[in-house]
């Protein structure tokens, strides 16, 4: 019986040895991975770009890298459905910084971000956003950073030129007012006369 144990101990320690997937996985790696999916690139995501942010005034672009120590984070419970975890994790997150004095910004995408934002901009002239979209603060933390890469985008796109269809467009609408308000003033002008016309009489 012993022995019979030791022959299929033995059988299995060949075949996990010969094995296309041995037990030792440790150098296994995901076709997802961030290596793969990103050569040559450091995973590591906390290091900031190569352009360093603090040109970024100066330089006119967005590197793409927010400093997480420049911004004011704060954490609070979550409303909405959720049962007991709603009033246990502080899982909202909300996420501020100076539009006027973030240097790692262009000056042009301060003032864009001032103009299109306003309404999410409090009396101090911090930007706010808040998530509350999920139950991990990580995830909520991550979605308001890319709130603040879209918004970041949108102060950064240029509008389009005019095509000669669009101007033809607008060159009609105009004629078209200006017809519009000379005509009332006009009947204004006659009903003034009229009512000079019937007090004289």
């Not at 879209?150 to 669009?166: N, Q």
């Not at 000379?182 to 016309?197: C, F, G, I, P, Y």
Request: hydrophobic fraction near 30%.
């Amino acid at each position: 019986m012993m022995m019979r144990r030791a022959g299929c101990l033995l059988l299995r320690h060949r075949h996990f040895a010969t094995c296309q997937y041995p037990l030792n996985c440790g150098n296994f790696q995901s076709s997802y991975s961030l290596e793969k999916l990103y050569p040559q690139s450091n995973p590591d995501v906390t290091i900031p770009l190569r352009e360093s942010h603090e040109n970024a005034g100066s330089s006119g672009k967005f590197t793409g890298h927010i400093p997480v120590d420049r911004l004011s984070i704060r954490y609070s419970r979550s409303g909405g459905p959720g049962g007991q975890n709603v009033n246990k994790v502080e899982s909202k997150v909300d996420v501020r910084f100076a539009v006027l004095t973030a240097e790692w910004l262009p000056t042009k995408v301060r003032e864009k971000l001032g103009e299109q934002q306003k309404t999410r901009i409090n009396n101090k002239g911090e930007l706010i956003v808040t998530s509350e979209r999920t139950r991990s603060r990580i995830r909520n933390f991550s979605d308001c950073l890319q709130k603040i890469r879209d918004m970041i985008a949108e102060a950064e796109r240029e509008p389009k030129p005019p095509s000669e269809k669009d101007e033809a467009v607008r060159r009609i609408r105009v004629e078209r007012m200006n017809r519009e308000r000379l005509r009332e003033k006009r009947l204004h002008s006659a009903t003034k006369q009229d009512r000079r016309v019937s007090i004289d009489d």
